[in-house]
């Protein structure tokens, strides 16, 4: 029996093998970009085999700077994910790069076996210039995996400068290819390579068994899903609101602890929004997938808990927006009623659950020096309402 089960176990090993050999070394996703500074850029591409990787890169389209990552002096080789940061470079200023994998066949201590390289299309970046105050981005909330819309509303909004993925993109992150399907392989559609996303954590990111390797996948400043950054006169926080029910409900088999985790949030959101790069700035702009203040609340434990721990906080941050998603029903509100900051809500798909309703949307907001707008839009571009720092005006349709 012994014997029997030996034999299983290596015709399985060694059909694996084979199959993994007879893969033509590719590209699981393409190269995406994150982590957008005036002097850098995180570029990040997934290969379907283990590699060492670098990037060429340069101010032409014919790029020949290589760049590449490091470890406590070992270059990255045999990681699935690739990651090289670009740093020194100039405010303003456009580069080209191309990204490119060794596949790695074999990996002894003393000999290393390389296989073919691959080497992705000519991609194009254009840093913010130095204190930028004039510059557009989009959010989407609540794809839910089916963003057939996103690509539309880019062609649409050609002028846009990164994109915020505000939580719910995947409906779970249950495997490798929907983390590479919803959030890297469609990072802004036809765009993807050129402009940065942002991603926030909702709720459907925190399911599955992958969820827990989501991180590996982006690149954020403080590698956590909590964190500041700013783009020229406007300082964003980036919250993670975490899962929307209690830690202990059965469809998480006793393997949440998101109570403790808001709790050592919220400690750092009160040192953040003390710090000088959010208090000395224009433009102060919250994301957070689960509404922080809503007076009435869904009744969720998860609701509760972002109002409780982060809404006093906000309150006194001289916060101008918060943008969030979540209950899948379009709103825009102007400060007062229980916030003393503007509040928009993304809507979501029309047939996913039963309390949806509103359908799909998207928001844009323009930075102009000391002017901020905001506008919620159906995703056919007609617009929900606005508003204007200062200046609210909600249209019904």
Same mark, same amino acid.
């Given at each position: 029996?012994?014997?029997?089960?030996?034999?299983?176990?290596?015709?399985?090993?060694?059909?694996?093998?084979?199959?993994?050999?007879?893969?033509?070394?590719?590209?699981?996703?393409?190269?995406?970009?994150?982590?957008?500074?005036?002097?850098?850029?995180?570029?990040?591409?997934?290969?379907?085999?283990?590699?060492?990787?670098?990037?060429?890169?340069?101010?032409?389209?014919?790029?020949?700077?290589?760049?590449?990552?490091?470890?406590?002096?070992?270059?990255?080789?045999?990681?699935?994910?690739?990651?090289?940061?670009?740093?020194?470079?100039?405010?303003?200023?456009?580069?080209?790069?191309?990204?490119?994998?060794?596949?790695?066949?074999?990996?002894?201590?003393?000999?290393?076996?390389?296989?073919?390289?691959?080497?992705?299309?000519?991609?194009?970046?254009?840093?913010?210039?130095?204190?930028?105050?004039?510059?557009?981005?989009?959010?989407?909330?609540?794809?839910?995996?089916?963003?057939?819309?996103?690509?539309?509303?880019?062609?649409?909004?050609?002028?846009?400068?990164?994109?915020?993925?505000?939580?719910?993109?995947?409906?779970?992150?249950?495997?490798?290819?929907?983390?590479?399907?919803?959030?890297?392989?469609?990072?802004?559609?036809?765009?993807?390579?050129?402009?940065?996303?942002?991603?926030?954590?909702?709720?459907?990111?925190?399911?599955?068994?992958?969820?827990?390797?989501?991180?590996?996948?982006?690149?954020?400043?403080?590698?956590?899903?909590?964190?500041?950054?700013?783009? &020229?006169?406007?300082? @964003?926080?980036?919250?993670? $609101?975490? *899962?929307?029910?209690?830690? =202990?409900? +059965?469809?998480? !088999? &006793?393997?949440?602890? @998101?109570?403790?985790?808001? $709790?050592? *949030?919220?400690?750092?959101? =009160?040192? +953040?929004?003390? !710090?000088?790069?959010?208090?000395?700035?224009?433009?102060?702009?919250?994301?957070?997938?689960?509404?922080?203040?809503?007076?009435?609340?869904?009744?969720?434990?998860?609701?509760?808990?972002?109002?409780?721990?982060?809404?006093?906080?906000?309150?006194?941050?001289?916060?101008?927006?918060?943008?969030?998603?979540?209950?899948?029903?379009?709103?825009?509100?102007?400060?007062?009623?229980?916030?003393?900051?503007?509040?928009?809500?993304?809507?979501?798909?029309?047939?996913?659950?039963?309390?949806?309703?509103?359908?799909?949307?998207?928001?844009?907001?323009?930075?102009?020096?000391?002017?901020?707008?905001?506008?919620?839009?159906?995703?056919?571009?007609?617009?929900?309402?606005?508003?204007?720092?200062?200046?609210?005006?909600?249209?019904?349709?």
């Amino acid at each position: 029996m012994k014997a029997y089960l030996f034999l299983i176990l290596y015709l399985g090993t060694y059909l694996v093998t084979v199959a993994q050999d007879s893969l033509k070394f590719g590209f699981k996703a393409q190269p995406y970009l994150q982590r957008m500074t005036e002097t850098g850029v995180t570029v990040m591409w997934v290969a379907n085999k283990m590699c060492t990787s670098y990037l060429l890169f340069g101010e032409n389209d014919r790029p020949d700077n290589k760049a590449l990552t490091t470890h406590y002096g070992l270059i990255d080789a045999n990681v699935p994910v690739q990651k090289i940061r670009l740093d020194n470079l100039t405010p303003g200023k456009t580069y080209f790069y191309r990204a490119v994998s060794v596949e790695i066949k074999q990996y002894g201590a003393y000999r290393m076996t390389f296989g073919d390289t691959i080497i992705s299309t000519l991609h194009s970046f254009t840093l913010p210039r130095k204190q930028v105050s004039a510059f557009n981005f989009l959010v989407f909330n609540d794809i839910h995996g089916k963003p057939y819309y996103v690509d539309s509303v880019i062609k649409a909004n050609p002028d846009f400068d990164f994109a915020i993925y505000n939580g719910d993109i995947m409906p779970t992150a249950s495997s490798e290819e929907e983390i590479l399907s919803f959030i890297c392989g469609n990072a802004l559609g036809s765009v993807a390579g050129n402009k940065p996303f942002i991603m926030v954590r909702g709720n459907h990111e925190t399911r599955g068994a992958e969820a827990r390797n989501l991180i590996n996948y982006i690149d954020t400043p403080n590698g956590q899903f909590y964190y500041l950054f700013r783009w &020229g006169n406007t300082c @964003f926080l980036i919250l993670d $609101s975490g *899962e929307d029910k209690e830690d =202990k409900n +059965a469809q998480y !088999s &006793g393997l949440s602890d @998101f109570d403790y985790y808001r $709790s050592e *949030e919220a400690e750092w959101l =009160k040192k +953040a929004v003390t !710090s000088e790069e959010w208090r000395n700035t224009d433009h102060r702009i919250v994301c957070c997938h689960i509404p922080v203040s809503l007076n009435r609340g869904d009744g969720r434990h998860g609701t509760t808990e972002i109002r409780n721990k982060f809404a006093s906080i906000l309150d006194t941050a001289n916060v101008d927006l918060v943008i969030s998603g979540h209950t899948h029903h379009a709103e825009l509100k102007k400060p007062g009623n229980g916030h003393h900051y503007a509040l928009v809500i993304g809507g979501g798909p029309e047939k996913s659950v039963p309390f949806v309703l509103s359908g799909p949307t998207y928001i844009r907001v323009s930075i102009d020096g000391k002017r901020l707008f905001v506008g919620l839009y159906h995703i056919d571009g007609r617009m929900i309402g606005y508003y204007r720092k200062e200046f609210t005006d909600v249209r019904e349709n």
